[in-house]
């Protein structure tokens, strides 16, 4: 202005959030609201009124658009105000080089940095630090923005300073002006934004008027590589071998630990060793053809490892194994050695003991097996090879029990025996377990555990003499009374794991059944909705049975399930042909089957199935097949539920492929609208399903039978080829799971056919495991594919979703939504998230507007966008493609700017 002591009626406008409150401090002018623009008009006395409004404009975070001067006599606006102008273009502070230069080296320094000032009661003590300042280290560290930590209380922001003593020290700091220093001090805080941090520091506070300086490092790191050497450094220390390092090429020690100085007889304190030439030192201890071994070892540079005598006096030696490892400095040359002494005279002479015994294990004719701790085999004598089948190359590395088979004893007897492995205790008894070829071995067993010096239990030995022949008539008059009461343990022992799939628990009880000594076959078959009969798991002792997943012929599948409906059958091979077929479908060389079916609901639902191949159990499998009845509902009570689920997938999965080939589904679109100007800016695609069903359900049994894919493509390619028929120039908002932009190829194929831009709306119901792999999915699309987020405030998981996928659009939750002209809560969330979306650089989409009352508090609270039934609910195309041509183009055009504003915004 020209004179600085006029007076005269100004306008000045801004750009932000102003609530009653805020404009409360323009007490002198009055304010005109459009949008999100506000100006403010009123008489100013001269140019320092002026500049006072302007310094109140940038200490509340407006952003100032435009100030004129307006003439009292015409109304009519002047040019600008030159400085307001330069006031416009300039930072809201401008600060001088030097403090400019200050501020960019404390926001360049990698340490975080900060400034807290004094907050004192009426009677000056210290009960509070206001932050001043925080570099962006300090920032990143607390995983704040600059406007968020400038004024914040630090106790508010930081609760274990009290606890942690860093409160007191920092008040002490400013009133005594004694520096505080802490060095590797462990800190853990739970921020007031909710951020969790935890590590070792070094911490320094200084003075600074009445304020406290404060620079902190994180050590974490550091203090752990500390602790990893001590631990090693103790491990070296303690350990039970000699260890030394030698320099190169004179072989002085450079370190020698007590075991080599102590330990191997030598008896002297380590730090006397330290200096000697290494050789010199083990003249006479060590035989003159090893130390010259040694000698020619470190004149070639390479490792070497030998054994030799290590003489201690004319009475005691060692034998020791020596192995020496060359160390290379960082150039890659000699810089010396690591040898390593350790005593290997127990172990010697316990391998010839060893050797000793081993003729007499050798010739024994009862078998011999000796497992490890984890009862394990580690070896067998020939006898066990003779006895039981098994070459040695086979069971060695296998338990008893997984060589051998279950075992027919009383289940006392069976704890009794494993209770002694466990406890190391001596064990006599008689087991009996199967050969490889199939036929019983009936064993007299003595366990006895193997000790180490320490006592502690590093094995067993088990001797066991041959009764088969003893126990087989005995075993012959029980086998019948105990068959009923093994398969019932057998299939108690199969129960499945918790969160095990219908074929795991199949295959469990299985696994369990085939394992006693009558059965030689066991699966789960189920009956299928299309009549089939398929192999859900099985178990076989001997032979190539066929692959679980397979079906049965049709022939033979429907015997199955005609004999299954009245209930348990059982047959022998040679007198049903019927079966016989069933019977080398299922395993050859079976000669007796037993079919317990699987009941709910009074249907069968599939049939237990077991056989044997020994031609003395064949007649009272089938004698006993009313038994099957018992164990087969056991089997239902865990399989039953599994069966009938996966017959409805079926069925579930027939009727979407159904859907899928007749197209029994349509899209309808919803507009969206630009609050301000009330003009549709785009449309959702919603789809509709002919048999009334609600969408989200029809796309959830489709993913949970593998059919999500075909069906959310197919009604993408409905909406996008139905959407050319909308007016040109609107957008089109399609939902889109994140599952299915895994193969973002496919989607293109469809998306490609859009005649306008498109907005992908990600569901918020999806878990996302890669977001950066979605986000280049999204990018391989084209150009004119943006990303909207759904059901903004309705949970945690979208908030995942805006942070990591940087949307172009963000969606309000219409719980948000409703009712937010009245809710005060509501109002203070949607401003939140407008803030966010500015910071984000995408704009909003409140969704579920209804009332007049709520479009004008959304648009007053800065959201762009609307959508609801105040605007238009979900129509067929035909609704809105009877729009006029020229709002086509105006459309168009309003499109192209608003997509040129949201790319601007996003760069700024």
């Not at 995942?800 to 809560?825: Q, S, Y």
């Amino acid at each position: 202005m020209d004179d600085p002591h006029d007076s005269g009626r100004y306008e000045i406008r801004v750009r932000g959030l102003l609530s009653d409150t805020l404009l409360g401090a323009f007490p002198e002018l009055h304010a005109r609201r459009r949008n999100r623009v506000t100006s403010l008009v009123g008489e100013l006395p001269d140019q320092a009124a002026l500049h006072g409004v302007l310094a109140r404009v940038e200490a509340l975070g407006l952003e100032l658009v435009d100030v004129r001067r307006i003439s009292p006599r015409s109304g009519a606006p002047s040019e600008p105000d030159a400085e307001a102008r330069t006031r416009r273009r300039r930072p809201r502070t401008a600060p001088s080089a030097s403090e400019g230069l200050l501020r960019g080296s404390l926001e360049s320094l990698t340490d975080p940095f900060g400034v807290a000032s004094a907050v004192r009661d009426k009677a000056g003590n210290i009960t509070d630090h206001r932050i001043d300042y925080f570099n962006l280290a300090a920032r990143i560290w607390a995983g704040v923005s600059e406007e968020q930590i400038i004024g914040a209380s630090a106790r508010m922001v930081y609760p274990a300073l009290g606890p942690s003593g860093l409160f007191d020290a920092f008040s002490r700091v400013i009133e005594t002006g004694e520096p505080f220093v802490r060095t590797a001090f462990e800190y853990a805080d739970v921020l007031a934004n909710g951020r969790a941090v935890r590590g070792h520091y070094d911490l320094q506070a200084l003075k600074f008027g009445d304020r406290v300086i404060v620079i902190w490092r994180d050590v974490t790191e550091r203090e752990a590589v500390l602790r990893e050497r001590e631990r090693l450094s103790s491990i070296v220390e303690e350990s039970p071998d000699g260890i030394l390092t030698t320099d190169f090429p004179e072989l002085r020690i450079t370190y020698v630990n007590p075991a080599f100085a102590g330990d191997l007889g030598l008896d002297v304190e380590p730090s006397s060793l330290l200096g000697q030439p290494v050789l010199e030192l083990v003249d006479g201890i060590l035989d003159a053809n090893t130390v010259a071994t040694l000698w020619e070892v470190a004149s070639s540079g390479k490792p070497w490892l030998g054994e030799a005598e290590w003489r201690i006096s004319e009475e005691r030696s060692h034998r020791v194994e020596i192995r020496t490892t060359p160390r290379l400095a960082a150039d890659g040359t000699l810089e010396g050695y690591l040898v390593v002494v350790r005593d290997v005279t127990s172990l010697r002479e316990a391998e010839g003991h060893l050797a000793r015994l081993a003729p007499v294990v050798e010739h024994a004719l009862d078998f011999i097996i000796v497992t490890d701790r984890d009862g394990r085999i580690e070896s067998v004598n020939p006898a066990f090879e003779r006895l039981t089948g098994y070459p040695a190359e086979e069971v060695l590395g296998r338990t008893v029990s997984s060589v051998l088979g279950s075992r027919v004893e009383s289940r006392e007897a069976e704890r009794s025996l494993d209770g002694a492995r466990r406890r190391g205790d001596v064990w006599t008894g008689n087991v009996a377990g199967r050969r490889k070829d199939g036929s019983l071995l009936a064993v007299g067993l003595s366990l006895a555990p193997i000790r180490n010096a320490a006592g502690e239990l590093i094995g067993t030995v088990e001797i066991g003499r041959d009764r088969s022949r003893e126990l087989e008539v005995e075993a012959e008059h029980e086998r019948e009374s105990q068959i009923r009461t093994v398969l019932a343990q057998g299939l108690g022992n199969g129960n499945p794991a918790p969160g095990a799939t219908l074929e795991q628990a199949a295959q469990a009880i299985c696994d369990a059944l085939v394992v006693l000594p009558f059965i030689d076959m066991a699966a789960i078959e189920a009956f299928t909705h299309a009549d089939d009969v398929e192999i859900l798991a099985l178990a076989a002792t001997a032979g190539e049975p066929p692959i679980a997943g397979t079906t049965l012929d049709p022939a033979t599948a429907a015997i199955v399930r005609e004999r299954s409906a009245g209930g348990p059958w059982a047959h022998l091979v040679a007198s049903d042909p019927a079966a016989a077929g069933i019977l080398v479908t299922v395993e050859p060389g079976l000669r007796a089957i037993a079919y317990g079916p699987i009941v709910r609901g009074g249907q069968a639902l599939g049939a237990l199935v077991i056989g044997t191949v020994d031609d003395r159990v064949a007649p009272m499998l089938v004698e006993q097949q009313p038994g099957v009845a018992s164990f087969s509902a056991t089997a239902g009570a865990l399989l039953a539920e599994g069966l009938q689920t996966r017959r409805r997938k079926d069925a579930l999965r027939e009727e979407i492929r159904a859907t899928l080939a007749s197209g029994a589904f349509r899209p309808v679109f919803q507009p969206i609208v630009d609050l301000e100007t009330r003009e549709i800016v785009g449309y959702e695609a919603l789809t509709r399903f002919d048999s009334g069903q609600r969408a989200d359900l029809c796309f959830a049994d489709a993913w949970s039978v593998d059919l999500g894919v075909e069906l959310e493509l197919a009604t993408l390619a409905c909406a996008v080829a139905v959407g050319s028929r909308l007016p040109a120039g609107r957008w089109l908002d399609l939902n889109i799971s994140p599952r299915l932009l895994a193969d973002p190829r496919r989607v293109a194929d469809v998306l490609h056919a859009a005649d306008r831009p498109l907005v992908l709306e990600i569901t918020e119901h999806d878990k996302i495991e890669d977001y950066p792999a979605v986000r280049e999915a999204v990018r391989a699309l084209g150009k004119d594919v943006r990303i909207a987020v759904d059901d903004a405030g309705a949970g945690v998981a979208n908030f995942g979703h805006i942070i990591e996928l940087h949307p172009d659009f963000v969606k309000l939750d219409l719980g948000l939504v409703r009712r937010v002209n009245a809710n005060m809560g509501r109002q203070a969330m949607v401003v939140g998230m407008r803030h966010f979306s500015r910071s984000a650089g995408c704009r909003l989409v409140a969704e579920g507007v209804e009332t007049v009352a709520e479009a004008r508090t959304l648009d007053e609270l800065g959201v762009e966008f609307g959508q609801g039934f105040l605007f238009g609910g979900p129509e067929p195309v035909e609704k809105w493609a009877v729009r006029r041509s020229h709002d086509a183009e105006e459309g168009q055009l309003m499109l192209s700017n608003l997509l040129e504003d949201q790319t601007d915004e996003g760069a700024s």
